[in-house]
């Protein structure tokens, strides 16, 4: 199996108030087409985690390797090339450009990645959302949408430049059963038919069964 | 590579969602060039007046015979008093020295001359003006009339009448306006003059000469040189000045210098003559440039400040750019972009705002007695203040965009969206 994202001996600090060690020796592997969950209680790390593995947070101690290449050390400009375009990103609170709408939110990271015409990324972004039953809000400005649609246009916009891995901090905290189950069988379906490899904090321990595998995290330490 | 649509797709957004700040930076630059350039036309339009008003009849050089004694007095050239001291009392100046011997081939050689755009002579004498049985004194001045217009701008002195008139009318005169009003003479009337040596003759009044200053328009009159020559019962070659008009003025001490070693004469250059005109102009400069750069920092600041508070509020947003895999350059072109965009418009704006102040200066009635041409108050349309003005506008915006969107380049979104 073809490893998408291998972390080695991660740790990481935060020098104030005090010096806390986060994280604590982070050592796993993630395979294509793999969706893993993470789980553990909350201050335990996971969003510190995840930052890290997104390469947004380069204040680390450790190795992370993305298609089996080392990414540690990498330059920010390099850094942000692989977040276009191997990376999609869920944030714990939905993160939109307010002042532009649905769609052009969607639409960005493609129009950066400028590897697709105008039409191409517009039909793109627009299947995406359709995807999410939120088609109808494409051209609502971003700021003038629920938590749970902005949740849903933020998946959206991970999904735009089909990379190899997504990482979501409790991408479906905020949606209801039925929409928070259909964006579990999309990434399931992403996972299984198109290969995608997923990386999901979540506190919904339904939602974790169903994924390939569980990673649980306690005090800064991966203990299962 | 730089994906210049998307990012200025994106300043374009970012600069009309926040149409207010956007408005309130691009008119704070507005302000500052326009204020800039209203002042500069105009102060640079008075200091030109001011100037032109000394320089538009002055001659750059002034050539005359000095009336002084001479030098070397007979008895030096005398060798056997040669080691002697010899002490000479009362030395008074040789007769006939008004008159510039050969005036009319030096006339000829300097018009030949390069850097002059001509010389013309002319004939100073003293005469009395008669006005029933008072004598005033006065002087009269032999010109060529059309020379004169087109060289000294004797023209706009004429506020009645023409240099034309004068130069067709054999025995004409040009009044000076206060002997006018004094003898309540008008065009149209004679005027009988009398010579030092008492000869009368009467004279046709063909226009009234203004120069603003009273104690010259009080004595001074114009007639034709050949009116003077005859007056003076002199011969055609008679002419006691030569007045030179340059066409660089910064020739004037140097070409003056030359003059008179070359042809023993006395030549006074136009700073020499008038040293306190050079030192208003050059206080006046002074102050409109220290005018004018204050005016410009201030502006700059504004835009700084502005600019400044804009790209804080967009942090958020850096962030979630960064995030989505924009790069440091990219964010900061975006707001680089911005910042350019508002100095542009703003600029532009600045630009017609301060050309349609000036023009509404342009046109504001600005009468005084002291310059007869000046109808409105006088203002400087020169292209180069505007070229200064928008590149100033350009130049202050990309630096306050510049050090604030270096910050948005550099940060970690993490930092960011942590501090959340
Ligand atoms: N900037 C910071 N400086 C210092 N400590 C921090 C900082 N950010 C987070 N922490 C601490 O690091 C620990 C891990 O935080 P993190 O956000 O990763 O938790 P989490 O597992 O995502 O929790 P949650 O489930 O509530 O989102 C917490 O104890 C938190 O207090
Ligand atoms: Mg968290």
């Known amino acids: 199996m073809k490893t998408i994202l291998e972390a080695k001996n991660i740790n990481k600090f935060f020098e104030k108030p005090v010096k806390f060690h986060v994280l604590k020796n982070i050592n796993f592997k993630i395979n294509k087409g793999e969706f893993v969950s993470i789980m553990g209680k909350s201050g335990c790390g996971k969003s510190t985690l995840l930052y890290i593995l997104s390469t947004m947070d380069t204040e680390y101690e450790g190795e992370l390797l993305l298609n089996n290449e080392l990414i540690t050390n990498q330059t920010r400009k390099q850094l942000s090339y692989i977040r276009n375009k191997h990376i999609g990103f869920v944030f714990q609170f939905h993160y939109l450009l307010s002042d532009f709408t649905v769609l052009e939110n969607v639409m960005l990271p493609a129009k950066k990645l400028a590897e697709k015409s105008h039409k191409e990324i517009k039909d793109d972004a627009m299947q995406k959302l359709t995807m999410l039953n939120i088609g109808h809000l494409a051209n609502k400005r971003a700021s003038r949408i629920s938590g749970g649609e902005k949740q849903r246009v933020a998946i959206a916009r991970a999904l735009i430049n089909n990379p190899s891995i997504i990482m979501g901090d409790e991408p479906t905290g905020n949606l209801d059963t039925q929409n928070s189950e259909n964006v579990f069988n999309i990434f399931k379906e992403l996972s299984t038919q198109h290969g995608l490899s997923l990386l999901v904090v979540t506190h919904d321990e339904d939602f974790a069964k169903k994924t390939d595998r569980i990673i649980q995290m306690e005090d800064g330490r991966i203990i299962s | ?420």
């Open chain 2, 1 to 420: 590579m730089v994906n210049w649509p998307v990012i200025l797709s994106i300043a374009k957004t970012h600069l009309f969602s926040k149409i207010k700040q956007t408005a309130t930076a691009a008119l704070g630059v507005t302000f500052g060039i326009g204020a800039y350039i209203t002042l500069v036309s105009f102060m640079t339009g008075m200091n030109k007046m001011l100037d032109d008003l000394i320089l538009n009849q002055t001659p750059h050089i002034h050539i005359y015979n000095e009336i002084e004694p001479s030098k070397e007095q007979p008895i030096t050239l005398y060798d056997q008093f040669e080691n002697s001291v010899n002490i000479i009392h009362s030395i008074k100046p040789k007769l006939g020295q008004k008159k510039i011997h050969n005036a009319l081939p030096i006339i000829k050689y300097l018009n030949e001359n390069k850097k002059i755009k001509g010389a013309i002579p002319q004939i100073k004498t003293q005469i009395f003006y008669i006005s029933g049985n008072i004598e005033i004194g006065g002087n009269l001045t032999g010109i060529n009339p059309i020379e004169e217009a087109k060289l000294f701008n004797i023209g706009d002195y004429i506020i009645e009448g023409s240099p034309e008139a004068l130069h067709n009318t054999d025995n004409g005169i040009l009044l000076g306006a206060g002997l006018a009003k004094k003898m309540s003479l008008s065009v149209g009337d004679r005027v009988q003059i009398s010579t030092i040596k008492g000869a009368v003759f009467p004279l046709k009044i063909v226009g009234i000469y203004q120069s603003g200053i009273s104690d010259i328009d009080d004595i001074q009159s114009f007639a034709n040189i050949k009116t003077v020559q005859k007056i003076m019962g002199e011969a055609e070659n008679y002419i006691t000045d030569i007045n030179v008009k340059l066409f660089d003025i910064n020739y004037a001490l140097p070409l003056s210098k030359k003059i008179e070693q070359q042809f023993d004469l006395k030549a006074i250059d136009v700073n020499t003559a008038n040293a306190q005109f050079e030192t208003g102009t050059t206080i006046r400069n002074i102050i409109t440039y220290a005018v004018s750069i204050t005016l410009l920092i201030v502006a700059g600041f504004g835009i700084y400040n502005i600019l400044n508070m804009l790209i804080y509020e967009k942090m958020n947003d850096i962030a979630i750019l960064k995030a989505t895999g924009f790069s440091g350059e990219d964010v900061q072109l975006i707001f680089m972009s911005m910042a350019v965009l508002i100095g542009l418009i703003g600029g532009l704006l600045g630009l017609i705002v301060g050309f349609g102040l000036s023009h509404i200066i342009d046109n504001v009635p600005f009468k005084t007695q002291a310059l007869p041409t000046i109808e409105t108050f006088p203002v400087n349309f020169n292209a180069w203040f505007y070229l200064i003005g928008i590149s100033f506008a350009m130049i202050s915006t990309f630096l306050a965009g510049y050090l604030p969107s270096n910050k948005a380049k550099k940060i970690d979104p993490v930092h960011i969206i942590r501090g959340q």
